[in-house]
């Protein structure tokens, strides 16, 4: 199976910037998308950012210009910068990738890392 480890969270003041990290381990035949999802308490799952194994990004509307993902395929990681925190991205903030364990795909879901903004 495939195993995601996260790291990076922490306490940061608003307007403050973080960056946050997942690896991929495990039996990896091949990672399609990789992506970040928040939770805050009282809320459902949000989408955050999203990048596809030839580079396309995509944002969601709450963290355009603010945040950026990248991934280094190599290392089977991904990552995301936040810049320009808000009080209101406080979260726990989930990586998943879409990986193939073998000849099929799965969603994979990290265990999640605590993000927390202050005013």
């Known amino acids: 199976q495939v195993q995601l480890v996260e790291s990076g969270g922490g306490l940061v003041q608003a307007g403050g910037s973080l960056r946050l990290s997942c690896a991929a381990s495990?039996?990896?035949?091949?990672?399609?998308?990789m992506g970040w999802y928040r939770q805050a308490p009282g809320k459902q799952r949000e989408f955050v950012a999203a990048?596809?194994?030839?580079?396309?990004?995509r944002y969601g509307d709450s963290v355009k210009g603010r945040f950026a993902i990248s991934r280094d395929n190599a290392q089977n990681t991904v990552y995301l910068q936040m810049n320009s925190l808000k009080p209101e991205d406080t979260a726990v903030y989930y990586c998943?990738?879409?990986?193939?364990?073998?000849?099929?795909?799965?969603?994979?879901w990290g265990q999640g890392t605590q993000v927390t903004v202050s005013s």
């Open positions: 998943k990738v879409v990986a193939a364990p073998d000849t099929l795909w799965y969603d994979f």
């Open positions: 495990g039996s990896i035949f091949s990672i399609k998308d």
């Open positions: 990048i596809s194994s030839s580079g396309s990004t």
